[in-house]
């Protein structure tokens, strides 16, 4: 009975402080209360099981749209560390929740589980001294250990927070994932109830709080097909992708805002002595501006567009060869300003920590909160990644703690109460 008093004190006091935790100072102030301190100490000492969980994830195969077992295993964890609430969304996002003395603010930290390996891929990890080896092991596996590595710390310290923290492990991040995760999140799961958002996603102690939009199509190109020699004559609908993507080449996009464009994926054809009935490519879009991305869009669906009528006339066959342009993914571009109260408060924490960080930009989870204007940045889970979304993917543990403390303190600075941080 009295050590609750204790606690109850001691938190009374650390409210006070988390009340405005966006300035350098108030962060400085913020870890010298005893449970903060605790905690800090805790996501060192954690360490190396946040390493073990990381390599633990990372060998259960999660390729997009299979993320179940590794979701599975998440699910088990939060269950184990006391998280309330625990449950598996429609999306197949896991929540749980670590309640706060009040419901809100809500802040949500987030690891997303899926790869861009396909089934069938050797995820086993090898270590050698501080050099981790696997498909995974830095994006986003850094990311769900250092997720539960949080929830350990904030429970070793005992730490209250005045809001709630739900943590994520969620869905469709990469590839042609879309962010369905996070639209099942914001739009139907925690509609409405969600105050702050942070992404976990990849390494160093970096901040993101630009979000380059993307937009992704499939190109499918069709037509009657024949016998390469028989049939010469007909138009060609590998010919007509041909055409569009030396075309797409060719596309000049502003430096800044730095916009771009890829064809990386090709396909279609039977054999090599069959004018082919079909014939795809993928092409991914990129800018953090809306309107520059609207605009590299028109010009390949323009390019697309000409390059079948070209083919058709090339054979004087109109209309032989036809496009299917599929949206396969559509990410919103936007940002957090520099001087939104998150942004902030991530700057001080690094400084607190005495680290800096330059908020950048990328394409991650928090694409979709920022679209809503909820405030929202994507952070790094400390350590030095290497190859990501490559086989040889690479993680060095050296001083990995850091990034740790870096998102213990960040959640602790997020959770409190009132409008400080809206
Ligand atoms: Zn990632």
């Not at 730490?159 to 590839?175: K, M, R, S």
């Not at 055409?243 to 090709?266: C, D, H, L, S, Y």
Request: glycine share 12%; aromatic share 4%.
């Amino acid at each position: 009975m009295r050590s609750m008093r204790v606690l109850v004190a001691m938190c009374a006091l650390t409210i006070s402080r988390w009340a405005a935790a966006q300035n350098p100072g108030d962060v400085a102030r913020l870890m010298q209360d005893a449970a903060v301190k605790a905690a800090l100490d805790a996501a060192r000492t954690g360490e190396d099981q946040v390493i073990a969980d990381q390599i633990r994830f990372c060998e259960i195969p999660a390729p997009e749209f299979i993320e179940a077992a590794r979701g599975a295993v998440l699910k088990q964890v939060f269950e184990q560390l006391g998280l309330t609430n625990v449950r598996v969304d429609r999306a197949g996002n896991v929540l749980g929740d670590r309640p706060g003395r009040a419901a809100r603010p809500r802040l949500v930290i987030a690891g997303h589980l899926d790869t861009v390996f396909p089934e069938g891929t050797d995820v086993h990890v090898t270590r050698a001294g501080n050099l981790l080896k696997g498909p995974g092991i830095g994006d986003d596996c850094r990311g769900l250990g250092v997720l539960v590595g949080v929830v350990r710390a904030l429970n070793a310290a005992r730490v209250e927070t005045p809001g709630t923290v739900t943590f994520v492990a969620d869905v469709g991040e990469e590839g042609l994932g879309d962010l369905r995760g996070m639209k099942a999140l914001f739009d139907e799961t925690l509609k409405g109830q969600i105050d702050r958002f942070v992404s976990i996603d990849g390494t160093g102690i970096g901040l993101t709080r630009v979000a380059v939009g993307s937009h992704r199509y499939r190109m499918t190109f069709k037509g009657p097909g024949g016998h390469s020699f028989g049939a010469f004559g007909l138009a060609n609908p590998i010919h007509a992708m041909g055409r569009a993507i030396a075309m797409i080449a060719e596309i000049q996009v502003p430096r800044t805002p730095k916009t771009t464009f890829n064809v990386g994926r090709v396909g279609g054809g039977t054999s090599v002595n069959s004018i082919p009935f079909e014939g795809w490519f993928e092409v991914d879009m990129r800018s953090s501006d809306q309107a520059s991305l609207a605009a590299v869009d028109a010009r390949v669906q323009a390019a697309v567009d000409s390059a079948v009528v070209q083919e058709n006339r090339r054979w004087n066959h109109p209309g032989m060869v036809t496009v299917e342009k599929k949206l396969v993914g559509d990410r919103p571009a936007g940002n957090t300003p520099a001087e939104s109260p998150i942004v902030r408060t991530a700057v001080a924490v690094a400084g607190a920590l005495r680290r800096t960080v330059n908020p950048g930009e990328g394409s991650t989870d928090s694409n979709y909160p920022i679209s809503l204007s909820i405030p929202a940045i994507t952070v790094g889970g400390g350590g030095r990644g290497e190859g990501a979304h490559s086989l040889g993917e690479q993680f060095d543990t050296t001083d990995s703690w850091l990034g740790t403390q870096w998102v213990t303190l960040l959640a602790i600075a997020l959770s409190q109460g009132g409008a400080a941080v809206p």
